[in-house]
């Protein structure tokens, strides 16, 4: 992304009259007089465009529009929902360049990746046009003659979506594509620091809603800070709360949200890594923790953050990674040449300047060096330089998520000692192992092995595809989103029992004549 022309160019294919609107004022936005929230690029500094801020009123009104339209869009036939459902998987694969560089230059992971995580929002739909005509419920034999007995799924109605910056469209869509096949209407605040990408998604839903004659708020759009989700999670109005973000916020959710007894779905840190066995194929290995350490340049929930090493490879692993770091270019993520973005904005780079602060207080050993980039090209304050640190498993920082491309190495003897290690952090999100032996696999996949909601072998933490529940344990807050049965929750479940026989029996044989 050179200058703005070119972004005019890509918000006139996506169907985006002007660059600076305010934007979204139109009705299902929900925006309104609230103020302005800037978005400016981490890749250049520049400013992307402006939106406008949802107000308190704004957002009650757009509930209330969710809650009318739900009564609509519920009676709606699932797999004609999904049909709407597949058409918006089309209209990303038309604009797939075009929003990809979007993500790219607005949150600043490499243009690969911005693909890539639109290519995850089309297959979502794919899966969601699926799960359409599939969202199964079981029948049980029931005690009592003349009976039958069965389990259907209803829709729980509107929806809250809380997203954060590091995946700002995949992670709404992987909620939202679930959510509507089976019958809800969405409420999505992502996060300000990424506003524009969300305003063209709505735009391009809202125009598949509205061709489909859709009733108007099943997609809904409110912009805000940290008061805005907070609202959002408060509000009676909204059935279930998907918050997507830092451990810091989903326990605010979490108890807003269980304070009124809503139902919520959190998909909190991670402080993921990889076991590298002296049975491992390091050049398996190799790509796996780079990739996993730097890619979104260490921005993903699922990023690789330590690496547990076994003694007997150790030293090798060790130069072979160090050498693979002086490789990597750091730089313009428009620029396919580059493997590394910039951080989202200078608070990150401060926390990142932080952390190597601690690690190297805490006894840490830089193998390679980290620190701020500057000169031609980094002018936005926001590039930094990957890094890997040799530690000792008892240090403090080892228990925090830093969203920032540093990597933390250890040494260990028994696989025991590997997995206890592994295990000893609070975060339970992802996880692998390297190895060619079965046992060692075996075992780290066993009830005493990986405590996370992701076990991987032979491939890294990250990079997860959709159709596997997406999610984890302990203080990554136990939600799951995305595939296999991850719809469930987005779902109330009701037990019918039919009486066609000409008595009333009573359960547990209980007598009562009258
Ligand atoms: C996130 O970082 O919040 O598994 C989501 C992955 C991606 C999703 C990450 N498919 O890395």
Same mark, same amino acid.
Not at 340 to 355: H, K, M, Q, S, T
Not at 482 to 487: K, L, M, V, Y
């Given at each position: 992304m050179k200058n703005h022309t070119d972004l005019s160019e890509i918000f006139k294919r996506l169907s985006i009259a002007t660059v600076n609107p305010a934007w979204s004022t139109g009705k299902v936005s929900g925006m309104a007089d609230g103020g302005i929230i800037e978005s400016n690029s981490p890749v250049d500094g520049?400013?992307?465009?402006?939106?406008? @801020?949802?107000? /308190?009123?704004? %957002?009650?009104? !757009?509930? &209330?529009?969710?809650?009318?339209? %739900?009564?609509?869009?519920? &009676? $709606?036939?699932? /797999?004609?929902?999904?049909? +709407?459902?597949? @058409?918006?998987? &089309?209209?990303?694969?038309?604009?797939?360049h075009d929003l990809g560089t979007l993500v790219s230059y607005e949150m600043g992971k490499s243009l690969q990746e911005g693909l890539g995580e639109v290519q995850e929002m089309i297959d979502i739909c794919d899966f969601a046009t699926g799960l359409s005509r599939q969202l199964y419920g079981v029948t049980m034999q029931s005690e009592r003659p003349g009976h039958r007995m069965y389990e259907q799924w209803h829709p729980v109605g509107v929806v809250g979506i809380i997203s954060a910056f590091n995946f700002p469209v995949a992670v709404w869509s992987w909620n939202a594509a679930i959510a509507w096949v089976c019958g809800n209407v969405c409420v999505w605040k992502p996060s300000e620091k990424t506003p524009v990408t969300a305003a063209v998604c709505q735009q391009l839903i809202g125009a598949v809603l509205a061709r489909n004659g859709a009733p108007e708020g099943v997609s809904c759009l409110v912009q805000g800070d940290r008061t805005l989700g907070e609202r959002l999670a408060g509000d009676r109005r909204i059935a279930l709360v998907s918050a997507t973000g830092s451990t810091r916020m989903g326990r605010s959710v979490a108890a807003a949200v269980a304070s009124r007894l809503g139902k919520s779905i959190l998909e909190l840190g991670g402080n993921n890594a990889i076991i590298v066995t002296e049975h491992a194929d390091l050049n398996i290995a190799l790509p796996a923790a780079v990739f996993g350490a730097v890619g979104t340049a260490g921005q993903r929930c699922t990023t690789t953050r330590r690496l547990i090493i076994h003694e007997e490879v150790y030293d090798t692993f060790k130069t072979k990674l160090m050498r693979a770091y002086e490789q990597l270019r750091v730089g313009n993520p428009l620029d396919e040449k580059n493997h590394v973005g910039p951080l989202i904005d200078r608070e990150a780079v401060a926390n990142y300047e932080a952390a190597l602060a601690a690690c190297k207080d805490q006894g840490g050993h830089f193998i390679v060096a980290g620190g701020v980039l500057q000169g031609d090209g980094y002018e936005?304050?926001?590039? !930094?330089? /990957?890094? +890997?640190?040799? !530690?000792?498993?008892? =240090?403090? +920082?080892? @228990?925090?998520?830093? %969203?920032?491309?540093?990597?933390? =190495? =250890?040494?260990?003897?028994?696989? &025991?000692?590997? $997995?206890? +290690?592994?295990n000893e952090v609070p975060q339970g999100l992802s996880s692998a192992i390297m190895t060619l032996d079965l046992r060692e696999a075996e075992r780290f996949l066993s009830v005493a092995g990986s405590d996370c909601g992701i076990a991987n072998v032979n491939i890294g933490t990250s990079g997860a595809e959709i159709g596997g529940a997406f999610g984890g344990e302990k203080e990554t807050g136990g939600g799951r989103e995305s595939g296999s049965d991850a719809w469930r929750a987005y779902m109330r479940r009701q037990t019918s029992t039919i009486n066609y026989s000409d008595a009333l029996p009573l359960a547990q044989g209980i007598k009562f004549d009258l």
């Amino acid at each position: 992304m050179k200058n703005h022309t070119d972004l005019s160019e890509i918000f006139k294919r996506l169907s985006i009259a002007t660059v600076n609107p305010a934007w979204s004022t139109g009705k299902v936005s929900g925006m309104a007089d609230g103020g302005i929230i800037e978005s400016n690029s981490p890749v250049d500094g520049r400013r992307i465009a402006s939106v406008g @801020q949802t107000t /308190p009123e704004a %957002f009650d009104s !757009v509930v &209330d529009r969710a809650a009318t339209a %739900f009564s609509a869009w519920r &009676d $709606i036939p699932s /797999p004609r929902r999904g049909e +709407i459902v597949r @058409q918006f998987g &089309d209209e990303l694969r038309k604009h797939k360049h075009d929003l990809g560089t979007l993500v790219s230059y607005e949150m600043g992971k490499s243009l690969q990746e911005g693909l890539g995580e639109v290519q995850e929002m089309i297959d979502i739909c794919d899966f969601a046009t699926g799960l359409s005509r599939q969202l199964y419920g079981v029948t049980m034999q029931s005690e009592r003659p003349g009976h039958r007995m069965y389990e259907q799924w209803h829709p729980v109605g509107v929806v809250g979506i809380i997203s954060a910056f590091n995946f700002p469209v995949a992670v709404w869509s992987w909620n939202a594509a679930i959510a509507w096949v089976c019958g809800n209407v969405c409420v999505w605040k992502p996060s300000e620091k990424t506003p524009v990408t969300a305003a063209v998604c709505q735009q391009l839903i809202g125009a598949v809603l509205a061709r489909n004659g859709a009733p108007e708020g099943v997609s809904c759009l409110v912009q805000g800070d940290r008061t805005l989700g907070e609202r959002l999670a408060g509000d009676r109005r909204i059935a279930l709360v998907s918050a997507t973000g830092s451990t810091r916020m989903g326990r605010s959710v979490a108890a807003a949200v269980a304070s009124r007894l809503g139902k919520s779905i959190l998909e909190l840190g991670g402080n993921n890594a990889i076991i590298v066995t002296e049975h491992a194929d390091l050049n398996i290995a190799l790509p796996a923790a780079v990739f996993g350490a730097v890619g979104t340049a260490g921005q993903r929930c699922t990023t690789t953050r330590r690496l547990i090493i076994h003694e007997e490879v150790y030293d090798t692993f060790k130069t072979k990674l160090m050498r693979a770091y002086e490789q990597l270019r750091v730089g313009n993520p428009l620029d396919e040449k580059n493997h590394v973005g910039p951080l989202i904005d200078r608070e990150a780079v401060a926390n990142y300047e932080a952390a190597l602060a601690a690690c190297k207080d805490q006894g840490g050993h830089f193998i390679v060096a980290g620190g701020v980039l500057q000169g031609d090209g980094y002018e936005s304050g926001c590039y !930094v330089r /990957p890094c +890997i640190a040799e !530690v000792s498993p008892d =240090m403090a +920082i080892l @228990q925090t998520e830093t %969203f920032a491309p540093i990597l933390y =190495m =250890m040494k260990y003897t028994t696989i &025991d000692e590997a $997995i206890r +290690i592994h295990n000893e952090v609070p975060q339970g999100l992802s996880s692998a192992i390297m190895t060619l032996d079965l046992r060692e696999a075996e075992r780290f996949l066993s009830v005493a092995g990986s405590d996370c909601g992701i076990a991987n072998v032979n491939i890294g933490t990250s990079g997860a595809e959709i159709g596997g529940a997406f999610g984890g344990e302990k203080e990554t807050g136990g939600g799951r989103e995305s595939g296999s049965d991850a719809w469930r929750a987005y779902m109330r479940r009701q037990t019918s029992t039919i009486n066609y026989s000409d008595a009333l029996p009573l359960a547990q044989g209980i007598k009562f004549d009258l």
